[in-house]
């Protein structure tokens, strides 16, 4: 079992910036995937992107590529996902998930099925 919490969610301007922070507990170990998703009103819930046990990362989304930067503090077992130059689109309930995956299979493997949530933190973003 992995327990995972997420913070730092709030109401911002476009153009600013948040650092979600997710805090990862239970059954830790290299082989442990986190991902960060994010479901907008009405629409599907989608992959941000990951992060491996070594601290390798993958984006899904495009339009966050360059913007958002996924990491971890494994003296934490926290993980951050640092948003930049905050768009409209980018308003959300996000969520992090973890799932045991070797480190490649993390980054690549399209198919994989998160099975521990978080409880998901809202962020909102003005123009």
């Known amino acids: 079992q992995v327990q995972l919490m997420e913070s730092g969610g709030g109401s911002v301007q476009a153009g600013g910036s948040l650092r979600l922070s997710c805090a990862v507990s239970?059954?830790?170990?290299?082989?442990?995937?986190v991902g960060w998703f994010r479901q907008a009103p009405g629409k599907e819930r989608e992959g941000v992107g990951r992060?491996?046990?070594?601290?390798?990362?993958?984006y899904s989304v495009d339009s966050v590529k360059g913007r958002f930067t996924i990491s971890q503090d494994n003296a934490k077992n926290t993980v951050y996902l640092q948003m930049n130059s905050l768009k409209p689109e980018d308003t959300a309930m996000y969520y992090c998930?973890?799932?045991?995956?070797?480190?490649?299979?993390?980054?690549?493997?399209?198919?994989?099925?998160?099975?521990?949530w978080g409880q998901g933190t809202q962020v909102t973003v003005s123009s």
């Open positions: 239970g059954n830790i170990d290299s082989y442990t995937c």
């Open positions: 998930a973890a799932h045991r995956a070797t480190r490649a299979g993390c980054l690549a493997d399209k198919n994989l099925s998160f099975a521990y």
């Open positions: 992060i491996n046990a070594r601290g390798d990362t993958s």
